[in-house]
């Protein structure tokens, strides 16, 4: 465990644990406000992400910043953003359970520092990986799931929103539930962005 957000950056910007460091461009370690009472944790970068060092900069992160910004949530004010996998899985393959394994640490290390008081897992992936293997996320999006003082919750992947229009406004719904959940538990989500 790195005590400093810095070693921890630095020393992330060398792994080379698994096989998906061989074929990337970037390392995506995570973007936002390290002061964050909430994060949210995707699953891995796609082909955008890993040539602009940045996590959800495609099409699905255009859709997610909008969903954000209607909950008055900005990556560059009031969240941190980061992802289960750190690295590419070439073609957008789901990140295989071993490379997840090897990478989680990094993402374990950001969380501590961050010490969010609520993350969001978008998609299945995520939600699988933080709340529970079994999540059925069509089932189980939106609830709140509490572990040792941190209330986790699921919501739809915005890429699947993509494929999916019609399943924006259930997404919505989650997004809603988060503000009500940050009006009522954080301290400094909104003043801060404002
Ligand atoms: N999808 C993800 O899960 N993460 C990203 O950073 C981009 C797309």
Redesign the pocket.
């Known amino acids: 465990m790195y005590t400093t957000w810095n070693d921890l950056y630095d020393n992330c910007m060398r792994c080379s644990k698994c096989e998906l460091a061989a074929a990337r461009h970037n390392i995506?370690f995570g973007v936002g406000n390290p002061n964050a009472e909430v994060m949210f944790i995707?699953?891995?970068?796609?082909e955008q992400?890993d040539l602009s060092g940045n996590?959800?900069v495609?099409r699905?992160?255009q859709l997610l910043d909008k969903m954000l910004a209607v909950v008055d949530l900005d990556r560059n004010k009031n969240i941190y953003i980061a992802?289960i996998v750190k690295c590419r899985p070439p073609k957008n393959r789901d990140p295989k359970p071993e490379e997840q394994e090897l990478c989680i640490n990094w993402l374990r290390n950001q969380t501590k520092l961050i010490h969010p008081k609520i993350i969001v897992c978008?998609?299945r992936i995520s939600a699988a990986k933080i709340i529970k293997p079994d999540i059925k996320i069509t089932r189980e999006h939106g609830i709140f799931f509490e572990r040792n003082g941190t209330l986790l919750m699921a919501t739809l992947?915005p890429?699947a929103l993509l494929r999916n229009p019609g399943n924006k406004p259930a997404a919505m719904e989650d997004y809603f539930k988060l503000r009500s959940k940050i009006q009522e538990i954080c301290d400094h989500t909104y003043t801060e962005s404002q």
């Open positions: 995506v995707g699953e891995g970068p796609g992400e996590p959800f495609g699905a992160g992802n978008l998609g992947h890429a």
